[in-house]
């Protein structure tokens, strides 16, 4: 594992160790490290939203939708084929 070191205003650092005492973290690093997981996870989602909204429109997915993808499913069919 690498270290990073950063410097920190007191009122962050401050910030930072009440965090990592109020929220179970034993150390500043495991506080710091979850942070920077939920960026990466909030930007992959925000990278397959604009994915989405930038792609073709499809099929409506409704009732028969589902349906007919549980019926692929039941019959060994791939979910990626069309019925």
């Known amino acids: 594992m690498s270290t990073m070191n950063i410097s920190l205003p ?3 650092k401050a910030f930072v160790d ?3 005492s109020q929220r179970g973290y034993g ?3 495991e506080y710091v490290r979850e942070l920077i997981r939920r960026d990466q996870d909030r930007l ?3 990278n397959l939203l604009l994915a989405g909204a930038t ?3 499809s ?5 028969a939708y589902f ?3 549980r019926d692929r499913v039941r019959s ?3 979910a990626g084929s069309t019925a």
Request: aromatic residues 0%; glycine residues 8%.
């Open 67 to 69: 349906d007919a993808l």
């Open 27 to 29: 150390t500043s690093s």
């Open 44 to 46: 992959q989602l925000r």
């Open 76 to 78: 060994g069919g791939k």
């Open 55 to 57: 792609s073709a429109p």
């Open 59 to 63: 099929v409506p997915v409704d009732d």
């Open 18 to 20: 009440e965090q990592v």
């Open 10 to 12: 007191d009122s962050l």
